[in-house]
């Protein structure tokens, strides 16, 4: 048994699938392959069942790759301990945002990080917030960024950022005062967003507080994305409720409108989440225990 091994059995079980961690590392299936039976040799164990497509870990499997995880980790910390300086430091990170966070927050966190860590790489996908909670409970990332928490045992949230929201309109919408109120609103066509989203689980709150059903409401679109719900906005097709993040940026060079909602007084956090019973690499570590004082630099 060596490191390589466990490192490329760690992958397999990650992505539940040869093919795919041999994708992941740049190696080819038979060189994974022929690595997992050479571990297995020498444990004298089986790791794995094949069931067609499925590669699913048997019970010495599980027990190997919790020692596994925790030997990577150590690894990790040994060399990052011998470097004269952290620079040379290298390593991944998996994060699903949502898109607010993905598009607003991410970039800028990321650009600040990786002054300190050059060589740390990061893979970003964007989903909505409630995929990006079921991405970290089924292990495939490392990190969630979010708007809304999806209570889980195995969830661990860290509130890093407080923000709200804030209706946007066309510049051609001319609306009285800077801060409408709830009545304001319902006389406009609405843009919204799918019912995953973190921004339209507190949105659903705010109508079923006031009383209001979807059939009163003016629903003119309904979008996956934030970026093209400001674009059905920006074209006067109708008026949206969105996080204050995403709409000051554009309100700030006169392509939309932002408006305060008088009595929409909800502040909402973006949590950053991660799995109680993943072993995290350093890498993923040091971005969570950066996350806070990244926040307040940008």
């Known amino acids: 048994m060596d490191l390589h091994q466990l490192f490329i059995f760690t992958k397999v079980v990650e992505h ?9 590392i740049f190696l080819s299936q038979s060189t994974v392959s022929s690595h997992i039976q050479a571990l297995e040799k020498s444990l004298n164990l089986k790791l794995f069942d094949r069931d067609g497509r499925e590669t699913i870990l048997t019970p ?16 990790d910390k040994a060399i990052l301990d011998l470097k004269t300086g952290m620079m040379d430091f290298r390593g991944i990170v998996r994060i699903a945002a949502s898109s607010v966070p993905s598009s607003f927050i991410i970039p800028n966190l990321i650009s600040i990080f990786t002054n300190s860590f050059p060589n740390i790489t990061f893979h970003v996908t964007e989903a909505s917030s409630k995929t990006v909670a079921h991405n970290v409970l089924n ?5 969630g960024v979010l708007g809304e928490k999806y209570e889980n ?4 949230y860290l509130p890093f950022q407080k923000e709200k929201l804030v209706l946007i309109t066309s510049n051609q919408v001319k609306l009285e005062k800077d801060a ?7 006389k406009y066509p609405l843009i919204m967003r799918n019912s995953d989203s973190g921004t339209q689980a507190q949105l659903n709150k705010y109508f079923k507080k006031n009383g209001v059903s979807k059939e009163q409401l003016q629903i003119a679109a309904y979008t996956e994305s934030g970026n093209s719900l400001i674009q059905f906005v920006k074209q006067g097709i109708g008026i949206s409720i969105i996080s204050e993040v995403a709409a000051k940026e554009y309100a700030a060079y006169k392509m939309i409108r932002m408006h305060e909602i008088k009595d929409f007084l909800d502040e909402r956090y973006i949590y950053l989440v991660y799995h109680k019973n993943k072993t995290l690499s350093l890498a993923a570590k040091l971005f969570i225990e950066n996350a ?3 926040v307040k630099s940008t």
């Open 16 to 24: 539940k699938s040869f093919s795919k961690a041999a994708d992941d």
């Open 153 to 156: 045992d195995k969830l661990c």
């Open 60 to 75: 010495h499997g599980e027990r190997l790759h919790a020692w596994a995880q925790q030997i990577l980790l150590l690894r």
């Open 292 to 294: 806070k004082s990244l």
């Open 139 to 143: 292990r495939s990332v490392d990190i």
């Open 180 to 186: 409408v109120c709830f009545d304001d609103i319902i």
